[in-house]
C-alpha cells in the first residue's frame, strides 16, 4: 500500500536530523518517501502534495549535501540559513500532509483512533517545526546558555515527534489493507527505480499478509481446540453428576 515503504524513508530523513552530525541518508530516505507517496495518492489526494514538498525537501538536502562536499557556502551563512529554513518548512508540510492522507485513509477504513493519532501527530509536527525554524538564525550564534537549553530541549522534543509518527506509520503499515489488495494490480511507473523499490516492498507486503492469516488461523484453530476441550470437559461433569 505505501506504508511500508513510509516507514523505512521517514526514519533516514529525519531519525538522524537529531544527531550533531550529518549522515547523508536523508537523501535516500527522501527517494524513499517521494515512493510511498505516489503510492499512497491513490488512496487519498493529499499525498499529491506531500509529493510535491518531498520533492523541493531533496533539492535542499542535495544542495546541503553537496555544500558539505564542495564548500559551496559556509555553514551559519544567509545562504545556509535560507537552504535550511527551506528544508524545514519542505518537511513541515509534507508531513502534515502526509499526516490528513493518513487520517483520511484511517477514517475510510473505520480506524478513529488512528485517525485520532493522527490528528494529534500533525499538531506536534507543526510545533515542532516551529521550533525548527525559530532556531535556524539561532544556531550561529549558539554559545548562549538560554540557546543551548533550547536546543536541547527541542532536540527532546523532536525526537519523540519523530518516534509518534513513525510509530503511527506503522500502525498504519500493519493494520490497513486496502479492500481491493487481493485483486490489486501494481501500475507500472515511467521511473525505473521507483517500479524497482515497488517490486521488492510488495513482496514484502505479500510475505506480510501471508504471516497474518497464518497467524490468524493458528488463533481460530487454538480457540477452536480450547472451545472442543472445554465442551468436551462439561460432559464429563454432566456424567458424572449422572451417574451418582
Excluded at 3 to 18: R, T
Excluded at 82 to 89: F, M, N, Q, W, Y
Excluded at 147 to 156: K, L
Excluded at 174 to 194: N, Q, R
Aim: charge should be positive.
Amino acid at each position: 500500500m505505501g506504508f511500508g515503504i513510509l516507514v523505512f524513508g521517514y526514519f533516514l530523513s529525519f531519525a538522524f536530523a537529531i544527531t550533531r552530525i550529518y549522515y547523508f541518508v536523508d537523501l535516500v530516505g527522501a527517494v524513499l518517501m517521494f515512493i510511498s507517496f505516489y503510492k499512497l495518492k491513490e488512496y487519498n489526494r493529499y499525498f499529491i502534495r506531500s509529493i510535491i514538498f518531498c520533492v523541493i525537501f531533496f533539492l535542499a538536502c542535495v544542495t546541503n549535501a553537496s555544500a558539505i562536499i564542495f564548500k559551496i557556502y559556509d555553514n551559519g551563512s544567509v545562504i545556509d540559513m535560507i537552504i535550511k529554513s527551506v528544508r524545514a518548512l519542505a518537511a513541515c508540510i509534507l508531513t502534515v500532509y502526509a499526516l490528513l492522507g493518513t487520517r483520511g485513509i484511517a477514517l475510510g477504513a473505520g480506524e478513529e483512533k488512528i485517525a485520532n493519532r493522527a490528528r494529534s501527530n500533525k499538531v506536534m509536527t507543526i510545533i515542532l517545526y516551529i521550533l525548527v525554524l525559530a532556531y535556524v538564525p539561532l544556531n550561529t550564534s549558539a554559545n548562549s546558555s538560554w540557546i543551548m537549553y533550547f536546543m536541547t530541549a527541542m532536540y527532546f522534543y523532536g525526537a519523540l515527534c519523530i518516534f509518534m509518527n513513525l510509530y503511527l506509520f506503522y500502525k498504519c503499515y500493519a493494520k490497513l489493507i486496502p479492500a481491493d489488495s487481493d485483486d490489486e494490480v501494481t501500475k507500472t511507473s515511467k521511473f525505473g527505480f521507483i517500479n524497482f523499490f515497488n517490486k521488492k516492498f510488495d513482496e514484502l507486503e505479500l510475505k506480510k499478509d501471508k504471516y497474518r492469516r497464518d497467524s490468524m488461523k493458528l488463533a481460530l484453530d487454538e480457540a477452536d481446540k480450547n472451545s472442543h476441550n472445554t465442551n468436551k470437559g462439561k460432559r464429563q461433569r454432566n456424567k458424572n453428576r449422572y451417574n451418582k
